[in-house]
């Protein structure tokens, strides 16, 4: 079994500081996780995705995440945020199922970006 | 490349009514899943087709059904339809679907039931 638990369904900063979103993550198995972005009536983009390489990965419009194993851990971060970074962002957990790897979602976490 | 495509984009219902949900992938790609997203549920897994064949079912009733055709475009049915099938319904295909491929989401269909 495999879930995804992300810490706070709302995170408000200013333009410029640190964003922090946070996901931790159960499963039976090595996982694969990802972190999507979702902009309103849109659907999902992949920003990043661990993949068992390296623990620090870095994505799109300068968003990185560290995965670590002790903590269950895979926490977003970008050190500048821009208001064109308001939007709803999803950590997701993958691992094998008849096949294939279907991931499971969090519940997603609303980034509000004040000017 | 063109992305994922969904159609329609909006559709209205009534209670009691079925519909069908159209998604066509990105060329090249043989693995597609759909997910329903709502306020309350978040996104959650309701199949997934590869090759013409189910290969995956999330926990939803008989009233969900889907299907594959050859060039891999997908539809998804839902009969009899209840307040709860509001939602988005959101299509994502990748090439096979493995462990480390990136799955490309579409814009989603909304559906509302009255």
């Known amino acids: 079994a495999q879930s995804v638990t992300q810490l706070g369904s709302h995170v408000s900063v200013s333009e410029g500081a640190l964003v922090l979103l946070r996901c931790n993550y159960s499963?039976?198995?090595?996982?694969?996780l990802f972190w999507y972005v979702q902009y309103p009536n849109q659907g999902l983009q992949l920003l990043l995705k661990?993949?068992?390489?390296?623990?620090l990965v870095k994505g799109i419009n300068g968003f990185e995440a560290e995965f670590k194993k002790s903590e269950t851990s895979f926490h977003l971060t970008k050190p500048s945020a821009h208001m064109r970074d308001a939007a709803e962002y999803f950590c997701?957990?993958?691992?094998?199922?008849?096949?294939?790897?279907?991931?499971?979602f969090g519940r997603g976490t609303s980034l509000i970006v004040h000017p | 490349k063109a992305g994922v495509t969904q159609t329609p984009r909006y559709l209205i219902k009534t209670r009691g009514q079925q519909v069908t949900l159209s998604c066509s992938p990105i060329?090249?790609?043989?693995?597609v899943s759909w997910y329903q997203q709502t306020p309350g549920q978040g996104l959650q897994f309701l199949f997934e087709?590869?090759?013409?064949?189910?290969?995956n079912k999330g926990n939803f009733p008989g009233r969900f059904s889907g299907r594959q055709f050859s060039n891999s475009r997908s539809e998804m049915n839902v009969s009899t339809l209840e307040l709860g099938d509001s939602a988005l319904y959101l299509c994502?295909?990748?090439?096979?679907?493995?462990?480390?491929?990136?799955?490309?989401f579409g814009p989603g269909t909304r559906l509302l039931v009255l």
């Open positions: 994502a295909s990748s090439f096979s679907g493995g462990a480390q491929e990136t799955q490309y």
């Open positions: 499963s039976s198995v090595p996982p694969y």
């Open positions: 661990y993949t068992s390489a390296a623990t």
């Open positions: 997701a957990v993958s691992s094998p199922s008849g096949g294939s790897y279907i991931p499971t």
């Open positions: 060329s090249g790609h043989r693995s």
């Open positions: 087709y590869f090759s013409e064949t189910q290969r």
